[in-house]
Every structure is written in C-alpha cells, then in structure tokens.
DNA sequence: CCAACATATGAACATGTATTCAACTGTTGA
DNA sequence: TCAACAGTTGAATACATGTTCATATGTTGG
C-alpha cells in the first residue's frame, strides 16, 4: 500500500474532473471506442447508436480533458487516445472490475 | 496503442460506474486519504473538513464498489484502499494530468 | 464557386445526485 | 448495565448535467 504524493491545488481540481468525465457511459464507450482505432464522429455515432451531436458535444469535453485528440483528414476528424496514461488507467481500472469479490 | 478487450454487459456497467465514484470530489479526497494509511469516519470527517454523516454516505459508496475496505477495531472502523488496482489508477490517472499540454 | 457533407454549438428540459438535518443502531469503557 | 461514543440511514432539497432539437460553422469534391 503505498501513499500517493500531495497533489497541487491544480491537481485536486482535475482528478475528480476527469474521473467525472468518464462517468457517463456514452462518453466512456465513445473513449473505448476509440482505444481500437481513430474513429470519426459520425462513425462513431453510427457504431455506437448515438446522435451526431451528441457525440460532438462528449469529444468535446473528452478533448478537454486531453483524453481524446483529433485530426483532421479531409472532410473528416479523426479521433483517437490522447496519451498511453489514459489506455494505462483503463486497463487498470477494467482489472479492478475483474477483481475478484472476497468477503473476508 | 493497445485496444481494449470486448467488455461483458457486466463490465460495461461498473465501468463508468465506478469512474462516476471518483468524480466527486469530497469522495475521491477520502479515497485519496485512505491511500496514507487507513483510517476511521471521524479521522476523516476532521482531517478533511467533512460531517460524519457526509463522510459515512460516501464510504458507503465507496465500499459498494469495493474501492475500500473497513475493519471494525473497538469502537472504530477503519477504511482504507481496497486492492492494488485502486493505487495503479490512481497513479495512472495523476500521471495523466500531470502530462504535458502538446499543440501540435 | 456551391451543393452536399461533417462537425460544432446553444438553449431547453428532464433526470440524477451531493449535501444537510434529524433520528437511529450498535459498541464499549467505567 | 448504561451513558457516551462511533457510525449509519432516510428524507428533503438545491444544484449539476446528459440528451435532444434546431441551427450554425466549416470543408471539400465536382
């Protein structure tokens, strides 16, 4: 069990942020979604049975949070995991979930 | 860039679950102070300016997603972090915002 | 250049949820 | 045993936010 550094004011406003972010399930299967490959909004819409501007608006804050980056190619964006902490934590957090319930 | 597995319908739901938890910032500070050692309601409701009954709805929470764990020790249950899981996301997602902002 | 496509945006609404207050359960030391 | 302590629970409320609809911006092929 080891303890975590003292966080920066910065810090203890993004952390929750970003968990809250990933929160809500259309936003977190638009993110996993694009863990596979960078996918376009209205790909991504039709794949995932969304509204286009539902997902627009989810990027969005995906991006701000720096968990999504998109690039343009065309008429299209195509949008994929930011950084490699994000798949960390992922996979991570998929392992917790897994984890098995022993009721000690 | 690894993909993610095909989650069950199970996963799908814990999953932005769980990261919902986090979101809230009184709650992933109690979370964060269980990483230290571990430590009993009021220990916490006092280090971390928080009521009693604020503190036990969210440990409740926190519990029910197996994020921590209490043991009773005389009059005092004391929390703290429930699995090694929990410790790597959270380093995981502090590396994270700790990322650089590149424009490219 | 412009019609068609791809994405983004803003307002409005409906739903969810963090917090407080009060009361309750359970434990132990004296 | 019982008064004092530690923690839990439920209802009520104020606030946040996910989704939709309509519209706007921007890009490109023909």
């Known amino acids: 069990m080891i303890g975590i550094e003292p966080l920066?004011?910065?810090?203890?406003?993004?952390?929750?942020?970003t968990?809250?972010?990933?929160?809500?399930p259309s936003r977190l299967r638009i993110l996993l979604h694009c863990t596979d490959?960078?996918?376009?909004?209205?790909?991504?819409?039709?794949?995932?049975?969304?509204?286009?501007?539902?997902?627009?608006h989810h990027l969005r804050l995906l991006r701000g949070?720096?968990?999504?980056?998109?690039?343009?190619?065309?008429?299209h964006i195509f949008y994929?995991?930011?950084d490699q902490h994000v798949n960390a934590f992922l996979i991570d957090m998929i392992a917790h979930i897994r984890e098995e319930h022993c009721y000690s």
Chains 1, 2 share one sequence.
């Open 8 to 17: 920066s004011h910065h810090e203890l406003v993004n952390l929750p942020e």
């Open 19 to 24: 968990f809250r972010l990933l929160g809500d």
């Open 37 to 56: 490959a960078p996918k376009s909004v209205t790909q991504i819409a039709d794949d995932l049975d969304l509204s286009q501007s539902l997902v627009s």
């Open 65 to 75: 949070a720096r968990l999504v980056r998109g690039v343009r190619q065309s008429r």
């Open 80 to 82: 994929r995991i930011s």
